[in-house]
């Protein structure tokens, strides 16, 4: 038989789940509400994103059904990043739907293509693929600080939203330089 996973599931992990208080019995339910430190990488690199560490506030049921055990609930968190607009900081709620089937040992395994379906090892489940899957698809891919947001000057860089509105920046065309600085000099001759 060949086995898809290489290493075993840590137990310690807090995204490691142990069924074994729900059985196998189809119909049998457990409730699950923690709070668990969030894995590296949760987000959009450089842009949004959970801080590693930060709080996954997880509210769960884990359901026993005749493939395996379905996990279901919400997960809340906070984001953090930068507005894509003047990169001011960004943090907000966000509130994720989470649905997953982890299909027992032995079960589905012969049809079902690589990555289609979640498995089962022995009485543990692994939530972390999934949540980062739910979670990464929820991230908003343009933050905004708010939605009004003017952004940046593209002469000087300071928010627009800082700046009176009759805020200007006087643009020569290169080519008159020279026009200019002839202009400059002969004024200050006078």
Same mark, same amino acid.
């Given at each position: 038989? !060949?086995?898809? &996973?290489?290493?075993?599931?840590?137990?310690?992990?807090?995204?490691?789940?142990?069924?074994?208080?729900?059985?196998?019995?189809?119909?049998?339910?457990?409730?699950?509400?923690?709070?668990?430190? %969030?894995?590296?990488?949760?987000?959009?690199?450089?842009?949004?994103?959970?801080?590693?560490?930060?709080?996954?506030?997880?509210?769960?049921?884990?359901? #026993?059904?005749?493939?395996?055990?379905?996990?279901?609930?919400?997960?809340?968190?906070?984001?953090?990043?930068? =507005?894509?607009? =003047?990169?001011?900081?960004?943090?907000?709620?966000? &509130?994720?739907?989470?649905?997953?089937?982890?299909?027992?040992?032995?079960?589905?395994?012969?049809?079902?293509?690589?990555?289609?379906?979640? &498995?089962?090892?022995?009485?543990?489940?692994?939530?972390? $693929?999934?949540?980062? !899957?739910?979670?990464?698809?929820?991230? $908003?891919?343009?933050?905004? =600080? #708010?939605?009004? /947001?003017?952004?940046? /000057?593209?002469? /000087?860089?300071?928010?627009?939203?800082?700046? $009176?509105? !009759?805020?200007?920046?006087? %643009?020569? !065309?290169?080519?008159? #330089?020279?026009?200019? #600085?002839?202009?400059? &000099?002969?004024?200050?001759?006078?």
């Amino acid at each position: 038989m !060949d086995r898809k &996973h290489t290493q075993r599931l840590d137990p310690r992990k807090p995204l490691v789940l142990d069924t074994r208080e729900l059985g196998r019995r189809p119909g049998s339910m457990r409730a699950l509400q923690t709070v668990v430190p %969030a894995p590296a990488g949760l987000g959009i690199v450089d842009l949004i994103g959970v801080p590693t560490g930060g709080d996954l506030d997880l509210d769960l049921r884990l359901e #026993s059904v005749m493939e395996g055990v379905l996990v279901s609930g919400e997960v809340t968190t906070t984001v953090t990043g930068e =507005c894509s607009r =003047c990169l001011d900081p960004v943090s907000e709620l966000l &509130h994720v739907r989470l649905q997953e089937l982890y299909a027992y040992e032995g079960k589905g395994e012969d049809g079902d293509e690589e990555g289609e379906e979640s &498995h089962m090892e022995g009485d543990f489940l692994d939530l972390e $693929p999934a949540l980062r !899957d739910a979670v990464v698809l929820a991230l $908003p891919l343009t933050p905004l =600080c #708010s939605e009004d /947001c003017s952004g940046l /000057c593209v002469d /000087c860089g300071e928010r627009l939203d800082d700046l $009176p509105e !009759d805020h200007t920046h006087e %643009a020569t !065309d290169p080519r008159w #330089s020279a026009l200019q #600085s002839l202009s400059n &000099h002969l004024t200050e001759e006078k």
